[in-house]
């Protein structure tokens, strides 16, 4: 079973924005949530999906979910307090659907640029490796390592160096295990899925996925978005 884990338990508090979480930002009348979930909605391979979405506005997003019918989600929880709590109360709800053998997609709600390509390819890669971390090449000098008075550390090589994004795709017994164990050794903090797993010992293996499969994160994501979406829409109109 392949099934998605969806992340969109964020407040936007850097998007500026008082009314609505980001992922319920809408553009040309459709939340970005829902521009995520159709991808992977529309995915062969995909076999359900759990969404972690803010307890004030699951009431809201199942309306939603049967507004843009939207069939494949199994379940929406609440999250926790941190993103890495919030993907376990998530794992936590997928033990009901999948075996340990089954591949987790842990995906931002907030990247609705995803493509189908990028999650054939997560799945390959999960199949062959055990786990898939979708990348892009970096397009900017990366610096490491800068000092407190403001000198530049090491300048990496850039063409060694990759963007970390989403999904981040997993083993399910494998990746609730290390959740188990973070809890244990009271390790709340890491930043995403990939960060939890190789300080646990696994291995990452990456798939590079497209450039546009940004993180709706600022005012200026959203412009990027919607200038994305609407040049799609452009060219299904003229024909390009």
């Known amino acids: 079973m392949n099934i998605a884990l969806i992340f969109a338990g964020g407040t936007g508090q850097r998007m500026n924005t008082k009314t609505k979480p980001k992922q319920f930002l809408e553009l040309h009348g459709k939340p970005v949530i829902i521009y995520t979930l159709e991808i992977f909605e529309n995915h062969p391979d995909i076999d359900g999906i759990v969404v972690v979405c803010l307890a004030s506005w699951i009431e809201q997003f ?35 659907f999948v075996k340990r053998d089954s591949i987790v997609l842990v995906h931002d709600g907030v990247r609705p640029l995803i493509d189908l390509e990028t999650i054939s390819k997560n799945i390959l890669s999960v199949q062959k490796h055990g786990n898939a971390i979708t990348v892009s090449k970096s397009v900017e000098t990366v610096t490491a390592d800068c000092q407190p008075d403001g000198r530049l550390g090491v300048i990496m090589d850039r063409s060694r160096c990759y963007m970390a994004k989403a999904p981040q795709s ?5 990746l609730f295990d290390a959740h188990e164990q973070a809890i244990k050794d009271n390790l709340c903090s890491f930043i995403d899925s990939a960060t939890l797993m190789q300080h646990y010992g696994h291995d990452l293996f990456m798939v590079e996925g497209n450039d546009c499969n940004i993180k709706i994160t600022t005012p200026t994501d959203f412009y990027i978005f919607r200038a994305v979406i609407d040049a799609r829409e452009n060219e299904q109109i003229i024909g390009v």
């Open 62 to 96: 199942n309306i939603l979910l049967k507004k843009f019918s939207i069939k494949k989600v199994l379940s929406t929880v609440a999250g926790g307090d941190t993103g890495q709590a919030s993907i376990y109360e998530g794992l936590k709800e997928m033990y009901k």
């Open 170 to 174: 997993f083993k399910y017994g494998e």
